[in-house]
């Protein structure tokens, strides 16, 4: 059944909405990013909960006109609008009043959703008739979704995406060094719009499947998970539209498996697998590669802190020294030193001799940037420069 | 409550009407009559600068004095409230292209997902322009202005692996990128070791040695004499302006700093 999903064979609906979905995803990724990066993430969240008034306004004013209040294209104009004003009036609390941007969002997004929530009560006691439904732009519905709906979706996120692709380097270059970018002459103002302006299309085309209450999750898990990989912004903006595309596949392949599994909320948990998937194994910045890196740095440490104690014939108490000593065969069982032992020993306390002497001579400044204590010192300097140490050394240690 | 105050912040912006008639096509920076506003308060009040064009210039006065707050206001980067900033006489829009600006390096996030490399490659996105793409020219040119900062070693690491000071290497070669005319510099010297000071005095003498002009917004007194040409001090309004062996004085700096700080700061110097 999964495979079929997954290889679309499960109907026509079924295929429409996986398609639909894998597209909002991609391009919600790479949108999403530079948001995530400036620190602006939850910005898509006040916008996605500002769509709601504009959804219900827009099904009362057409039902008002005589039309079909459920129009899809009238309705995601209406959330557009709603959404705009939303954000231009967390950009104006943010910009012209004291107030920071986190007290900006929580206000616009609760008062908006609020207004939403109360004239979509209205709309429920309008004697309009077929206004059920309305509510599922909440978390989205992908029940009858049409031809026309993906194409929506498709064209909305593919202009999304040549957008982001376009305005890449200013907005990585704003969302890294605004006041930079404001002296090289970029509007820093208008680039944040377009940043947030880019979610907010997110956000409309989204509401069909994803809805507005969970749309920040696609905007913003796979650029969070993606950051786990790389360390350059064109790789991580790749990887979320990737991490995206594929959550929004997988997660509507899945729900079309059975009945009862809702699309967005079922989209939204694929992108948090893979999240936790980064989190857990991505080199260098993953939990499991840091905690490795801090076991083999303690170890090391541990082992030069013995040698230096064994060449100064003191003894070693603790446990996790001795034990990693003897698995390097560094020391007997019983905790006397072994002939490698020995030598390795002789080699660190003559490293930190060395060393001692370079820290009085500014010549070797730069090589003293580099002292951590565990690096042997050979690998730092060439082997004239140690036999030039040694010779001042070689009085001192004779005393 | 402020009638007093208006009265005088008007005056200002009058101050910047009347200085259109001189000639400030010889000033790589001029300013006039510039007002900043912070809250309620101007941190910067009527401050007219005329930088010398081939000459380093430093910034000085206490903490909060409006220093940076002048530099970014020259820029355009906080709207000021009042004045007018040319560079070689134009509007400094205008001049962006001859214009490099090195930021705080605590004002941005030195986790940003990228390498330092790319951090120097920011100083030629103004020239490429949105569809530019970056080639085998502007990556040997970036580059070489690593090289000249001492960093060409570390060029793919990323950023947040960096000390303080190879921090304000990177920014400082960031600048260089740009190729511009003016360096504005904000706290250049802050923070950082003793061999980065060195590599970055060393740099701006090389650009005063090609005939560029140097600003950088300065803490410590002790080095303004061996380091700069001109200086320039502030404490919200200008407190004197010129070279530095005629203006860098104790009165001059009693006036910025008030009595006691510079006693003891001059003592080190000395």
Partial sequence: MLFDALTLQLGYNATLVTVGAALLGIAAGAAGTFLFLGKRALVSDAISHATLPGVALAFMMMVALGGDGRALAGLLAGSAISALAGLLCVSALTNRTRLSEDAAIGAVLSVFFGLGIVLLTIVQSMNAGRQAGLESFLLGSTAGMLWADTLLIAGGGAVVLALTVLLRRPMALVAFDPGYAAGQGLNVRQIELAMMGLALAITVVGLKIVGLILIVALLIIPAVAARFWSERVEHVVLLAGLFGGASGFAGAAISATAPALPTGPIIVLTAFSIFVLSLLVAPRRGILAALLRHQRFQARVHVRQGLLALAQGQPIYERLTLRLM?????????????????????????????????????????????????????????????SAIDKSLTPEAAT | MTTPEKQTLSLASVDGVRTVTEDLAVWPLAIRGLTVLYG???????????????????????????????????????????????AWGHPI???????????????????????????????????????????????????????????????????????????????????????????LLDEPFAGVDAATERAIISVLQDLREQGKTIVCVHHDLATVPEYFDNVFLINTSKIAEGPVASTFTQPNLQLAYGGRLVTAQMGAAG
């Fill in chain 2, 40 to 86: 309620s308060k101007p941190a910067v009040f009527s401050a007219d600068v005329s930088v010398q064009p081939g000459k380093m210039t430093a910034i000085i006065g206490p903490n909060g004095a409006g220093k940076s707050t002048l530099l970014k206001a020259a820029l355009g980067i906080i709207r000021p409230l009042a004045g007018q900033v040319t």
């Fill in chain 2, 93 to 183: 829009g205008a001049e962006r292209d001859r214009i490099a600006y090195v930021p705080q390096r605590a004002s941005v996030d030195w986790d940003f997902p990228t390498r330092v490399i790319d951090v120097v490659l920011m100083g030629q996105f103004r020239k490429l322009g949105l569809l530019g793409r970056i080639r085998g020219a502007q990556r040997s040119a970036a580059l070489a202005c690593l090289t000249r900062v001492g960093m060409e070693d570390f060029a793919d690491r990323q950023i947040g692996q960096l000390s303080g000071g190879q921090q304000q290497r990177v920014f400082l070669a960031r600048a260089l990128a740009q190729e511009a005319d003016l360096y």
């Fill in chain 1, 326 to 386: 003897r698995r390097r065969g560094l020391i007997r069982a019983d905790g006397v030193a072994t002939e490698p032992g020995r030598a390795q020993a002789a080699v660190a306390l003559l490293d930190e001799r060395r060393w001692q002497i370079l820290r009085t001579d500014p010549a070797h400044a730069d090589a003293v940037a580099h002292y951590d204590g565990l690096t042997p010192l050979d690998t730092i300097l060439t082997h004239d420069q140690l």
